[in-house]
């Protein structure tokens, strides 16, 4: 059974726009959620971190978590081309410290 | 300078051979990782050492063997390659072993292709 499961799209959206990432998690006992960037050819790089329920917002980027839905999602406004990347969603394994799960990943295209 | 640093970046072998990665890094990070990233992108924890401890050791078969010699540095050593071996190995460092400080430094990748 997976852990972590993301739409793996591709998802495409034009420049300007909202893209909306969804990811859902089956581990009840997981507490902290992240996201995680990787450009192709690329090492993930870590966009966002979230812990409680509601929205969490830095920059043009907002991570919204409902642990009782057991979903997280991250909204990128303003879509540059630069946004252009695979997003991995990652959630820890509540009962054993220093694991995280990493879903299989939504690639985003941003076009001009 | 590189914060987490792993050679090489590409790696091709014949199957039956034995390798290895070397990982290092420069943040004073108490806690490293391998993580393997197949070709649909999944990542997948496989080791973990904290302060030179094997934490965690994930499903992975025994011809994976990592070895810590400093906190600084983890290097992943596999025998007996086979097909199936093939993909990204990344290696990661943190800060913390708290989940809650999970932000991990992720070394370039190697690419490993077993023939």
């Known amino acids: 059974q997976k852990e972590v499961e993301q739409n793996s799209g591709p998802l495409s959206v034009p420049e300007g726009a909202i893209a909306s990432l969804n990811c859902t998690y089956s581990d009840r006992g997981s507490q902290s959620f992240f996201w995680y960037r990787q450009y192709s050819g690329k090492s993930p790089e870590l966009i966002m971190s979230i812990y409680s329920n509601g929205d969490k917002e830095d920059g043009r980027f907002t991570a919204q978590l409902n642990k009782a839905s057991q979903y997280v999602s991250l909204l990128i406004r303003d879509s540059q081309p630069s946004d252009s990347a695979t997003y991995l969603c990652a959630a820890d394994r509540g009962s054993t410290l220093g694991r995280l799960y990493f879903g299989r990943g939504t690639q985003l295209t941003v076009w001009p | 300078d590189t914060a987490v640093s792993q050679t090489p970046k590409y790696l091709v072998t014949q199957m039956g051979n034995d390798k290895s990665i070397k990982c290092e890094q420069n943040?004073?990070?108490?806690?490293m990782y391998w993580y393997k990233q197949d070709s649909k992108k999944f990542l997948k924890i496989m080791f973990s050492?904290?302060?030179?401890?094997?934490?965690i050791n994930e499903t992975v078969p025994n011809r994976f063997s990592p070895k810590s010699p400093d906190k600084a540095h983890l290097n992943l050593h596999i025998n007996s390659l086979e097909l199936g071996d093939s993909a990204v190995y990344f290696c990661?460092?943190?800060?913390?072993?708290?989940?809650?400080?999970?932000?991990?430094?992720f070394g370039s990748g190697t690419q490993l292709s077993v023939l």
């Open positions: 050492y904290n302060n030179k401890e094997l934490i």
């Open positions: 990661a460092s943190s800060s913390d072993r708290a989940a809650t400080n999970e932000k991990l430094f």
């Open positions: 943040l004073g990070h108490d806690t």
